[in-house]
């Protein structure tokens, strides 16, 4: 036998470990070590940064992060491309257009109330009516738009137009005689007008152009590079470089930035664009499959004991049936008639269509059943509660457009109106111009929405007023009614009724909303029966 296989023999010197004593357990080598604390962090990245992993299911994601420019570079005119045929195609896509019209602009545009005040902090009555007489006035289509064509709130419906279906607007300002009779007016223009393919690196004044932006080195628009301004012009000349370079205060260019580094907009449709053209697909797949299913097809099938006709393509022509209601045509024998009924769409249609519609109100920031128009299972409280959240995205849009468009208006405006002269009301005095500060200090009120209950909200109105929670002008402005044009009309009506001999106790009763006093008949004495 060989020796490493015989059992060594005990030795006297070595002693049996007692029972009551665990043996000491083997000590790992290093390399095994190693290992298992090597395996422990893999396992717990795994389990914390799932979208990292790199796998069959993952391996069409992006790994790299893209700049803000190349996205705009690669993307953006093909998505504008296709979210301008969306707009006029797509049935939900126009609908939310038009809908973020109606709930950012509303029918009389953003309302402009001027705050200026005196040294001792009141309100100076006779200069805010001056200023917003004078911006209503302006406003006009005659005077504010170039073309004479499109009043100030049209004007803020296109910009909103041109975000959600182009990513961005962009206005001109128009100064001298070729602007009307304030010799202040606006141009609005297409912003592909600007194309975005134009870089350049470095200018001579350390300047450098990115989609068709010149910027300064720290990224300051100072110019815009149009390739034509001349409405005569009807195509756009993408390969020529020939620009039409516009100074950055000439121009009003508002969009929603996403990205740390964007210098141009992406659609607000961007991310419904894709599922809105698959539904359209589906829907009329749908529609051509329920027309061949109703026209009730088939086909005509020989049979195998039978022998079919020999054909001559110019004497002969192939057999087929007319279709009369009450009627059937005998067949040749042998010849069968094999029906096809195709039995799509089916019940899977309209949920999936709801999926769909769901998915692409996500992404536009509006309710279900506001973009499919359907009312079908909601009750008050959810309509409520979506309503409410879907008020408050209006709120933030409306935000954005005072910021984008109608503070930097009227800044511009502002001088050129002081200049022309400001009358007044009452008086033939004018606005100082040297006071531009003061009459500089503005505030916008936004349309706003009657409630799904509005009794329940003016007695909730009510109590916090009661309550001291809220004061009656903030009621008012969250009604999107001006609180100087309020009182005002409140003085206008008490004064009108006193000027027609009303009594002041029906007067007070009128205004306050509490019972009128009960008043005696004409020549009935009020002391009868003291």
């Known amino acids: 036998m060989l020796d490493f296989l015989k059992p060594k023999a005990a030795t006297a010197d070595r002693q049996p470990v007692p029972s009551a004593v665990p043996e000491a357990k083997p000590v790992p080598t290093p390399g095994a070590r190693r290992k298992r604390l090597f395996w422990r962090p893999i396992q717990a990245g795994r389990s914390l940064l799932n979208a990292a992993r790199p ?16 996205i705009i570079s690669r993307y953006q005119r093909v998505v504008v491309a296709r979210s301008r045929h969306a707009c006029v195609n797509n049935d939900y896509v126009k609908h939310y257009l038009r809908r973020a019209r109606q709930n950012i602009v509303g029918p009389a545009g953003i309302q402009l109330q001027a705050q200026a005040k005196d040294p001792d902090g009141s309100l100076d009555s006779r200069a805010n009516d001056a200023i917003e007489t004078g911006w209503r006035d302006w406003s006009k289509r005659r005077n504010c738009d170039v073309t004479g064509k499109q009043s100030l709130a049209e004007i803020e419906r296109a910009a909103v ?16 005689s070729d602007a009307g009779p304030w010799g202040f007016a606006l141009q609005v223009l297409d912003p592909h007008r600007c194309p975005v393919d134009h870089d350049v690196e470095r200018l001579g ?26 409405a005569s012009e009807k195509d756009y000349s993408f390969g020529g470089r020939s620009f039409v370079r516009i100074p950055a ?33 589906f829907e ?70 709801k999926q769909q519609l769901r998915g692409m ?35 933030e849009d ?22 022309k002269g400001l009358k007044i009301p009452g008086t033939n005095g004018t606005l100082r111009p040297d006071r531009l500060d003061k009459y500089s200090d503005v505030i916008w009120q936004g349309r706003r929405w009657d409630w799904v209950d509005p009794d329940k909200d003016s007695k909730a109105a009510d109590r916090d007023l009661k309550n001291t929670l809220k004061a009656p002008s ?26 027609e001999g009303i009594p002041e106790a029906i007067i007070q009763a009128a205004i306050s909303g509490a019972a009128a006093p009960a008043t005696p008949a004409a020549g009935e004495n009020s002391d009868e029966g003291q």
């Open 361 to 395: 109100a996500a992404g536009l920031g509006i309710t279900y059943h506001d973009l499919a128009n359907d009312l079908e299972g909601v009750n008050f409280s959810s309509v409520r509660s979506g309503t409410l959240a879907e008020r408050e995205g209006w709120k």
């Open 249 to 281: 205060d000439d121009i009003i260019h508002g969009y929603r930035s996403e990205m740390v580094g964007q210098k141009r907009g992406l659609p607000w449709t961007v991310t419904a664009l894709l599922r809105a053209q698959h539904l359209a697909g």
């Open 474 to 499: 903030q009621i008012m402005r969250e009604r999107g009614d001006d609180p100087r044009q309020v009182w005002r009309q409140f003085a206008d009506d008490i004064q009108a009724m006193r000027d």
């Open 205 to 230: 004044n350390g300047h450098f152009v990115r989609h068709g932006i010149e910027f300064n080195r720290f990224g300051r628009p100072m110019a815009f590079h149009f390739q034509t301004l001349d």
């Open 284 to 353: 009329e797949a749908a529609i051509v499959n329920a027309r061949t299913a109703a026209s009730k097809g088939g086909f005509f099938q020989w049979r195998e004991d039978a022998s079919a006709p020999d054909y001559e393509e110019e004497r002969d022509e192939p057999f087929y049936m007319d279709a009369e209601p009450g009627s059937f045509q005998e067949l040749p024998y042998g010849l069968e008639f094999k029906s096809w009924e195709p039995q799509f769409p089916s019940g899977d249609y309209l949920p999936f269509t």
């Open 55 to 70: 796998d069959r299911l993952t391996q069409d994601w992006p790994t790299t992060p893209v700049p803000a420019d190349e």
């Open 398 to 419: 409306q935000a954005w457009l005072i910021e984008q468009l109608m503070q930097p208006l009227f800044e511009r405006w502002l001088p050129f109106a002081l200049l």
């Open 161 to 176: 137009s041109g975000a959600v279906r182009d990513g961005e607007f962009m206005i001109r300002i128009v100064t001298g």
